[in-house]
């Protein structure tokens, strides 16, 4: 996914006629391998070094496979119903985890920012990391610095990466690509090298360039990057824009879209997940819900963000039709004894006894920060601070002894 911090054409090309020192910035893009399975592997050490699938939520398509499972030739996304009888028998199959993933990936994220002032978490395995000016700190050079970033989160947190090392973001996406594939999973571009990288790399290799794009670029004789950033800066502009601009320069190694650290809310947050088995139990539906809520919930929190949006979805079996019902509420929260009071009063407005349902899901939007929060006239001071220290206390105690230690209840399953 492309999605540089937009500039416009004036600044892209002046950057380019400044002719920028490009010693001056230096970014690494650390990228966890196969992350899924890696956090499999670590919390069940007796994975490693086997043929690994990570299933999608509702258990139908691989979306991560260890070394091992790529040698048996399993793809990428492939359904469980295609896989053949040896890729099943010489395979483990996990269902996907992904608050698990986000706790670890949390960890992973924690160790780079001991290492460096400035890290732009570019998504869940995924980081940008400011190098500049850490030779001086640490006295070592740069692939040194990679090197031990490297060894860092394998000791902290048991978890391998590949490091890519360049003087933009494309070019240390693309290193960290090359760095999958060589020992040691550190790939450096240089200033002297990066012509030579540009002419072994597809377009298609390029961060950014979709199928769409990349026919365009075909259909125009552009099959390298090294074609690409031989094109002006007109023809560029001409035929993609200035997603074209940025490309370019880029790849020539300029710092168009530096390192970025600061936070960016979430315009939502979704918790859904399949049903174990397909069913219409009520009280079943509303425990899972209350178990979304409660994650939707402490995320909240951890980002300083309430909701006012609060909205329930329900999936059924047979024609994966989706039952939705949103309301927004006067005042914001973040405390799950107060969303679920709504939420279950949405359910019963789509949820119908005669339907067989395969999943359901909580949606919180509409989002404001608690960091200088201003206080409703009309609101409860004292039951807000109630419920401000009984969800710190909860949080509290599950960051010391896990996750769902304590659990909000409303219903049994029967």
Same mark, same amino acid.
């Given at each position: 996914?492309?999605?540089?911090p937009? &500039?416009?054409k /004036?600044?892209?090309?002046?950057?380019?006629?400044?002719?920028?020192?490009?010693?001056?910035?230096?970014?690494?893009?650390?990228?966890c391998?196969?992350?899924?399975?890696?956090c499999?592997?670590?919390?069940?050490?007796?994975?490693?070094?086997?043929?690994?699938c990570? /299933?999608?939520?509702?258990g139908?398509?691989?979306?991560?496979?260890?070394?091992?499972?790529?040698k048996?030739?399993?793809?990428? $996304?492939?359904?469980?119903?295609?896989?053949?009888?040896?890729?099943?028998?010489?395979?483990?199959?996990?269902?996907?985890?992904?608050?698990l993933?986000?706790?670890?990936?949390?960890?992973?994220?924690?160790?780079?920012?001991?290492?460096?002032?400035?890290?732009?978490?570019?998504?869940?395995?995924?980081?940008?990391v400011?190098?500049?000016?850490?030779?001086?700190?640490?006295?070592?050079?740069?692939?040194?610095?990679?090197?031990?970033?490297?060894?860092?989160?394998?000791e902290k947190?048991d978890?391998?990466?590949?490091?890519?090392?360049?003087?933009s973001?494309?070019?240390a996406?693309?290193?960290?690509? &090359?760095?999958?594939?060589?020992?040691?999973?550190?790939?450096?571009?240089?200033?002297?090298k990066?012509?030579?990288?540009?002419?072994?790399t597809?377009?298609?290799?390029?961060?950014?360039?979709?199928?769409?794009?990349?026919?365009?670029?075909r259909?125009? $004789?552009?099959?390298?990057?090294?074609?690409?950033?031989? &094109?002006?800066?007109?023809w560029?502009?001409?035929?993609?824009?200035?997603r074209?601009?940025?490309m370019k320069?880029?790849?020539? $190694?300029e710092?168009?879209?530096?390192v970025?650290?600061?936070?960016?809310?979430?315009?939502s947050i979704q918790k859904?997940?399949?049903?174990?088995i397909?069913t219409?139990?009520?009280?079943f539906?509303?425990?899972?819900?209350?178990?979304?809520i409660?994650?939707?919930?402490?995320?909240?929190?951890k980002?300083? /963000?309430?909701c006012?949006?609060?909205?329930?979805?329900?999936?059924?079996?047979?024609?994966?039709?989706?039952?939705?019902?949103?309301v927004?509420?006067p005042?914001?929260?973040?405390y799950?004894?107060?969303?679920s009071?709504?939420?279950?009063?949405l359910?019963?407005?789509?949820y119908n006894?005669?339907?067989?349902y395969?999943?359901s899901g909580i949606?919180?939007?509409?989002?404001?920060s608690?960091d200088?929060?201003?206080?409703?006239?009309?609101?409860?001071?004292?039951?807000?601070?109630k419920?401000?220290?009984?969800?710190?206390?909860?949080?509290?105690?599950?960051?010391?002894?896990?996750?769902?230690?304590?659990q909000?209840?409303?219903?049994k399953?029967?």
């Amino acid at each position: 996914m492309y999605n540089y911090p937009m &500039k416009t054409k /004036l600044e892209i090309l002046k950057i380019a006629s400044d002719n920028i020192d490009v010693n001056k910035s230096v970014i690494a893009l650390v990228d966890c391998d196969s992350f899924f399975v890696s956090c499999e592997q670590k919390v069940n050490p007796e994975l490693k070094g086997k043929a690994v699938c990570v /299933l999608s939520g509702h258990g139908e398509c691989v979306i991560s496979r260890s070394r091992e499972a790529k040698k048996l030739g399993i793809p990428m $996304g492939i359904p469980t119903f295609k896989m053949t009888k040896d890729m099943k028998e010489k395979s483990i199959l996990i269902k996907a985890s992904h608050g698990l993933y986000g706790e670890i990936s949390e960890e992973v994220m924690s160790v780079l920012k001991n290492i460096s002032p400035k890290v732009e978490e570019y998504s869940i395995d995924e980081a940008f990391v400011e190098l500049t000016g850490l030779e001086r700190l640490y006295k070592r050079n740069y692939f040194e610095i990679a090197r031990m970033i490297r060894q860092e989160i394998l000791e902290k947190v048991d978890i391998p990466v590949s490091i890519g090392v360049s003087t933009s973001k494309s070019l240390a996406k693309l290193a960290s690509d &090359k760095a999958k594939n060589i020992e040691g999973g550190i790939f450096v571009v240089g200033t002297a090298k990066i012509e030579t990288v540009l002419k072994n790399t597809s377009i298609d290799e390029i961060w950014g360039i979709g199928r769409n794009l990349s026919k365009l670029l075909r259909r125009n $004789g552009v099959l390298t990057a090294y074609e690409l950033v031989q &094109k002006s800066d007109a023809w560029l502009d001409k035929q993609i824009g200035i997603r074209g601009l940025e490309m370019k320069h880029e790849l020539l $190694g300029e710092t168009v879209s530096p390192v970025d650290d600061t936070f960016k809310p979430p315009k939502s947050i979704q918790k859904t997940s399949a049903f174990g088995i397909f069913t219409s139990d009520e009280n079943f539906i509303k425990n899972q819900l209350n178990y979304h809520i409660h994650s939707a919930c402490k995320k909240l929190r951890k980002l300083n /963000l309430k909701c006012s949006g609060i909205a329930v979805m329900l999936r059924t079996k047979v024609e994966f039709r989706v039952y939705y019902e949103k309301v927004t509420i006067p005042h914001s929260t973040c405390y799950e004894w107060e969303i679920s009071d709504i939420a279950f009063k949405l359910f019963d407005k789509i949820y119908n006894p005669n339907i067989i349902y395969r999943s359901s899901g909580i949606i919180l939007d509409d989002f404001t920060s608690t960091d200088g929060e201003q206080m409703f006239l009309f609101a409860d001071n004292e039951k807000n601070e109630k419920s401000e220290r009984l969800a710190n206390c909860i949080d509290k105690l599950e960051s010391k002894f896990g996750k769902n230690i304590i659990q909000t209840g409303f219903t049994k399953d029967k």
